[in-house]
């Protein structure tokens, strides 16, 4: 019955992603943690990190089509399962001799490759399970679960890496992730099977294919719209992942404590904008949505105001205030219209291309992101003494972008 938001399966279904995404950021927070430990070198723990993240760009469009192959229900126990198992298995093998950084990578990436399938998998479902009128604020509270345990990972696993240690947290992550799939086996998720006369292989690659033409052919406004996610996940999004971190740490020269409000303010403006999106997006269309980006470039001349030596000469408080303040609004408009905009996707789409759509959207815009951290970072380094230059870039790209997406969504329909 979907007669309200907290249902009994949709609850289920958050529960499980609490367990999932939060586990999974405690386990690869104290995982890392560990390899710097172990190594004391950041070029070995900042390649660990950037080659355990690759099979999240490369799997995500798999678990779009499994969605909507198999039973999104079953799907959900089978990779939490998984998770569990692979952890298990970092078990066994630690307990017969100490975790290289190799076992540690592989472990790392196995857990990105089976969360980067459950993801769309989640998305595809929960049109499913909750009214019409409700997939919103749906989205949203999903959506700040996982800025949560974005937000709470890190401390949750440095905090416990600290009092019991890696190999009692690896064992309670394990138990963890096997309860999450014992509780998702109680889920109900109507489903109907798809015909198909082909082999698993040759299955997939037809429904990829399938996916692609529908976005490109059928359905070209959600075409534009990943364009657009691309083009702020490359351009925009990494300044602030990049960025924020540099001119806290580097710039303002802040201390941990002080990093650390900071970086957290910026998970918290994100989780207030999932809670927000049901009320700021109700006179939303695709073809306004360039008004909140406006938005965005309104507030983003303030970064930059941060940063530029008028301000950084007054003292610390100023510009850490003023460049907080102006970023949290950004990131919560921000979040809000990528809500908005996964919502009118998941209303028009139907349900046997869902899985499909979502995987590509996500897997385009995640594949954007590393290209944008590494120019970003290319940049905060030339630029070092002079970091209003590109965050003035950062700037005019916002604008530019809500120009582009005001032309490209002009009386946009799905």
């Known amino acids: ?192 099977k798809p015909l198909s006369d082909k082999n698993i292989i040759p299955t997939i690659v037809d429904d990829m294919k399938l996916g692609i033409r529908y976005v490109v052919k059928e359905r070209p406004t959600i075409l534009k719209i990943i364009i657009i996610a691309a083009a702020f996940n490359s351009l925009m999004s990494p300044f602030f992942h990049v960025g924020t971190p540099y001119i806290l740490r580097i710039t303002l020269q802040s201390s941990e404590t002080m990093y650390g409000i900071g970086m957290g303010v910026g998970e918290l403006s994100t989780i207030l904008g999932a809670v927000l999106a049901g009320v700021i997006t109700k006179r939303l269309t695709l073809s306004t949505t360039h008004k909140l980006l406006f938005i965005v470039s309104a507030v983003m001349p303030f970064v930059v105001l941060s940063v530029t030596p008028m301000i950084l000469n007054l003292g610390y408080w100023q510009p850490f205030v003023l460049l907080i303040s102006s970023s949290a609004i950004t990131m919560a408009l921000l979040t809000t219209a990528s809500i908005f905009v996964l919502t009118s996707i998941q209303k028009e789409t139907p349900n046997a291309m869902l899985g499909k759509v979502m995987g590509i959207l996500m897997a385009v815009s995640q594949s954007a992101v590393p290209l944008g951290m590494a120019l970003y970072g290319l940049a905060f380094e030339v630029f070092s003494n002079a970091i209003y230059v590109p965050a003035s870039c950062a700037c005019l790209i916002t604008a530019l972008i809500a120009f582009a997406a005001k032309r490209m969504l002009k009386n946009a329909e799905i």
């Open 1 to 192: 019955m979907k007669s309200r938001l907290f249902s009994r399966n949709y609850s289920l279904v958050v529960i499980g992603q609490v367990i999932s995404i939060l586990g999974s950021a405690i386990l690869r927070f104290a995982l890392n943690l560990y390899v710097l430990d172990l190594t004391g070198r950041a070029d070995i723990f900042g390649l660990l990190i950037a080659v355990s993240a690759i099979p999240a760009i490369l799997f995500t469009p798999l678990g779009g089509v499994v969605a909507d192959r198999l039973n999104r229900r079953n799907l959900m126990v089978i990779f939490d399962f998984s998770s569990s198992a692979v952890i298990l298995l970092f078990i066994l093998l630690t307990r017969m001799e100490n975790a290289s950084i190799i076992v540690v990578g592989a472990v790392l990436a196995m857990l990105s490759m089976i969360s980067a399938m459950y993801q769309p998998v989640v998305q595809a479902s929960i049109p499913l399970l909750v009214e019409r009128e409700l997939l919103t604020s749906a989205n949203g509270i999903v959506m700040g679960v996982a800025a949560l345990s974005g937000l709470m990972g890190p401390v949750l696993g440095g905090v416990l890496y600290g009092m019991i240690g890696l190999n009692a947290l690896v064992v309670a992550g394990c138990v963890a992730f096997f309860l999450s799939a014992v509780m998702e086996i109680f889920i109900q998720i109507p489903f109907t």
